[in-house]
Structures are given as structure tokens and as C-alpha cells.
């Protein structure tokens, strides 16, 4: 894919989510918050480290103009992938937060050994 490919695949995610620097939607940065559990909170990490040294772009916590809240949104080679850590949160309650989000491929992340099998591309 072409650098200007890329960058349009790239911009028609970001242009969705709101800029705000209270809502952690600044590339690379991670953003965590105490109403999160320790153990949510060192997946995400784990997951954000992965992402970030295997070449991705990375959101942590994007809030998006409709008011949808990602864990990870990360992209990479012109696609967008969302990682939705589910400590407390079941699949069935995942499948319905789904619904409301834009066409992003999904996957859930149960636990620290999720994580370590996760390939990257």
C-alpha cells in the first residue's frame, strides 16, 4: 500500500474520535485510569508494549465523536484493530458495545496469556 493509501486508511479512523487531551487520544500515549482494576490495567500496558514494539500506532482509550470508548485501538499496514481487555466485561456484553462501533475488526483479550499468543502482522 502506498504512503498516501496509508495515510487516508489512517485519517478516516482518527477523524472519527474526538481530539481532546483528557480522553487519551493521542497516538502512542498510554492512558490508564484508577476506576480500572491493576489487573486491566498491566493487560493493557502488556498489549500497548506489544503493539507499540512490533511497529504499531496506538490509541489507548479513544473516545470517538459518538461517545464509543475503546481499551486499544491500534493500526498498522493500513488497518485498524481493536483490542477490548475483558476482566469483568463477558462476551455477551462485548458483543453488545460491538453494535455501536464503526466497522473495526474486534478482539477480545482475556488474559495476560492472550497477549503473549497474539500475532502480529
Known amino acids: 500500500m502506498n504512503k498516501q493509501k496509508l495515510e487516508f486508511e489512517r485519517r478516516k479512523v482518527l477523524n472519527k474520535i474526538k481530539y481532546s487531551n483528557r480522553c487519551g487520544s493521542k497516538v502512542n500515549l498510554f492512558n490508564a485510569y484508577l476506576s480500572e482494576s491493576d489487573e486491566h ?3 493493557k500496558f502488556k498489549l500497548w ?3 507499540r514494539r512490533s ?3 496506538v490509541l489507548c482509550e479513544p473516545i470517538f465523536e459518538n461517545g464509543i470508548r475503546m481499551d486499544i485501538l491500534a493500526f498498522k499496514d493500513g488497518v485498524w ?3 477490548e481487555i ?3 466485561e463477558t462476551i455477551k456484553q462485548l458483543n453488545e458495545k460491538i453494535k455501536d462501533y464503526p466497522n473495526i475488526t474486534v478482539i477480545p483479550i482475556k488474559n495476560e496469556e492472550d497477549i503473549e499468543n497474539l500475532e502480529m502482522i
Request: hydrophobic share 35%; charged share 15%.
Open 41 to 43: 490495567i498491566m493487560n
Open 49 to 51: 508494549l506489544k503493539l
Open 55 to 57: 511497529g504499531y500506532d
Open 81 to 83: 484493530t481493536n483490542y
Open 86 to 88: 475483558l476482566h469483568t
